[in-house]
């Protein structure tokens, strides 16, 4: 069946860095588009990034771009997000998901994640 786990997670200080990673299995990740949504403090869920299976979307919600970035390995089954300057704002769980399309604001309802990986921002 489906499985993506997610890590990479921690505890970091704003604008610092980390690199999130997704093992994905159970499928063939190039079908897919595949991206990132979190989960914050309070339960509320957003998506961070959306990349359609032939690369040819890729939207970035407006508090992360310029900041995070998206990439895949299909060969390794892999999905990575760079998140660079990071701020407080951006403490949830990180959790990658697959996709039909990109194309609404909740993309990932439908598909399929893991069980989230932690990320604090904080002084």
């Known amino acids: 069946q489906v499985q993506l786990v997610e890590s990479g997670g921690g505890l970091v200080q704003p604008g610092g860095s980390l690199r999130l990673s997704c093992a994905a299995s159970?499928?063939?990740?190039?079908?897919?588009?595949i991206g990132w949504f979190r989960q914050g403090p309070g339960g509320e869920r957003e998506g961070v990034v959306c990349?359609?299976?032939?690369?040819?979307?890729?939207e970035y919600a407006d508090s992360v771009k310029g900041r995070f970035t998206i990439s895949r390995d299909n060969a390794k089954k892999m999905v990575y997000l760079q998140m660079n300057s990071l701020k407080p704002e951006d403490t949830a769980v990180y959790y990658c998901?697959?996709?039909?399309?990109?194309?609404?604001?909740?993309?990932?309802?439908?598909?399929?994640w893991g069980q989230g990986t932690q990320v604090i921002v904080s002084s």
């Open positions: 998901a697959t996709a039909l399309i990109c194309d609404y604001p909740t993309w990932w309802q439908g598909g399929y």
């Open positions: 159970g499928f063939t990740l190039d079908y897919y588009a």
């Open positions: 990349s359609s299976s032939d690369n040819g979307l890729t």
